[in-house]
Nanobody, 114 residues
Framework: VQLVESGGGLVQAGGSLRLSCAASGITFSIYAMGWYRQAPGKQRELVARITSGGGITNYADSVKGRFTISRDNAKKMMYLEMNSLKPEDTAVYYC????????WGQGTQVTVSS
């Protein structure tokens, strides 16, 4: 299994970013997937999840209404549209299966300045 995250960067508070996750070595379309994040000194947390077919999404309260998760099974890709970013969204973001993650990719750094 290989998961490659991209799209992170430095953005001012209130700005937007779109993260991408490219999957290989996995039958992507049969798994529910999620975006996780880990801020410095904190545990990794699940912020958004999507069912295998993409029909149902769930979000952590901290990002609800600001983040949108989506996927394209034909391309084995998953996305996270992040709007109205806040400094507390600063973290390394990872994609992985839910509820049981496989091996982790390198993640993509998102830094939100105030």
């Amino acid at each position: 299994v290989q998961l490659v995250e991209s799209g992170g960067g430095l953005v001012q508070a209130g700005g937007s970013l779109r993260l991408s996750c490219a999957a290989s070595g996995i039958t992507f379309s049969i798994y529910a997937m999620g975006w996780y994040r880990q801020a410095p000194g904190k545990q990794r947390e699940l912020v958004a999840r999507i069912t295998s077919g993409g029909g149902i999404t769930n979000y952590a309260d901290s990002v609800k209404g600001r983040f949108t998760i989506s996927r394209d099974n034909a391309k084995k890709m998953m996305y996270l549209e992040m709007n109205s970013l806040k400094p507390e969204d600063t973290a390394v973001y990872y994609c992985n299966r839910v509820p049981t993650p496989s091996s982790w990719g390198q993640g993509t750094q998102v830094t939100v300045s105030s």
